[in-house]
């Protein structure tokens, strides 16, 4: 991070953590400091395997941000929301149905929630290399800190577990890591990827029971998320239960999605995640969260690493058939274009599908 005088900007004081007694998920703790030794990455590979095969969610430490780095980069991510006049939000939207794109703003009321509710979330969009777009006057200054921020969260930490999923599945370390490359042409749509959401009204609340954004798998890879305070983020248990996610200061919130299924053939399995209504003392606090959604390079075909001895040993279950799978590119631009807007049709249960380039995807209540 630079160290000289920083910009100005006001502090952005999240809501203080939840009292309420809420189920938690109980996840591995992943601490990244002990990558540097080839034992340490071996020890940290089982643990990553372990997570990667049952829970789907892990927690990362010592990922090289300090925690004061990290408020001033929450400071940053609500810079788009609270610097940024509407006008200007409008001239800066993401061109989602046209490019397929979500870089640039995401605003209010863009996706259907249910029953006639739209989302009352956020977004500013920026690509891990912060010079390919124009940004609003207000984030400009700022640039040098978000560039330093997406490197590490490429190169620092997504590498790092990259490297951590391959050892798992006995590939060559460099094996997904070769298949995020940072220049490479790919959206990995989003190095800052502040989401914020604003609290909603109780027909709201009351027409969606209570869900701002539905059971999904994530499109990517590997979703980096920044933990924060508010409570809201649940994930569906192995025994069918929805369960809280809790906020570690400074520390990562990390789970697998579509495209990394595929690459191991199923091994590191995407969990179903939803956001529901903060629990009664966090509401009528906004909610600002900083995401990594790293996804591999456009040209790399959603294929499984069919070579992993694990693999071998496991069953390799393909995710697209051969002939038929996609590119990274296809599937991230039949998702990012069809998400929130598609009428969903009912399956089993409480299912609900739609129809992404010849491939069913799923969403869960
Ligand atoms: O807001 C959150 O905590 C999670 C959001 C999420 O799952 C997503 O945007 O894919
Ligand atoms: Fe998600």
Do not use: C
């Amino acid at each position: 991070m630079p160290s000289l005088t920083l910009p100005q900007i006001p502090h952005y004081e999240p809501a203080p953590p939840t009292k309420e007694p809420l189920e938690y998920a109980d996840l591995a703790v992943i601490d990244l400091s002990k990558t540097k030794t080839p034992e340490g990455r071996l020890e940290l590979a089982a643990q990553v395997r372990e997570a990667m095969t049952t829970i789907g969610f892990f927690y990362v430490i010592n990922h090289g941000l300090t925690s004061a780095q990290n408020t001033r980069m929450f400071d940053i991510a609500d810079v788009p929301f609270s610097q940024v006049p509407e006008d200007e939000k409008k001239a800066f939207h993401a061109d989602i149905k046209g490019a397929k794109s979500y870089q640039g703003y995401k605003l209010r009321q863009y996706w259907h929630i249910d029953a006639g509710v739209r989302d009352q979330i956020e977004h500013y969009n920026l690509a891990r290399d912060v010079t390919k777009k124009q940004h609003p006057k207000a984030l400009v200054p700022l640039l040098p800190e978000i560039d330093a921020f997406a490197r590490l969260n490429h190169f620092e930490i997504l590498h790092t577990l990259l490297r951590l999923f391959a050892l798992g599945m006995e590939l060559p370390e460099d094996t997904f890591v070769k298949e995020h490359n940072f220049d490479a042409p790919g959206e990995s749509y989003g190095l800052l990827y502040p989401i914020f959401s604003y609290p909603r009204s109780e027909d709201d609340e009351v027409k969606t029971k209570n869900v701002w954004l539905k059971g999904h798998t994530d499109i990517g890879s590997v979703t980096i998320l920044w933990s924060q305070p508010v409570s809201a983020l649940q994930i569906l248990s192995p025994d069918g239960k929805w369960r809280w996610i809790s906020h570690i200061e400074n520390a990562l919130v990390v789970n697998a999605g579509d495209a990394m299924d595929a690459l191991s053939g199923g091994f590191y399995k995407p969990t179903i995640h939803r956001v529901v209504q903060p629990p009664p003392d966090q509401r009528g606090y906004t909610r600002l969260g900083i995401f990594y959604f790293a996804m591999p390079d456009n040209d790399v075909k959603l294929v499984p690493h069919a070579e992993s001895p694990v693999l071998q040993a496991h069953g390799i279950r393909w995710r697209f058939e051969e002939a038929n799978a996609p590119t990274m590119e296809m599937w991230r631009k039949g998702r990012v274009a069809a998400y929130g807007l598609t009428q969903l049709t009912k399956g089993e249960g409480n299912v609900e599908e739609e129809l992404i380039n010849g491939i069913v995807l799923k969403h869960y209540n």
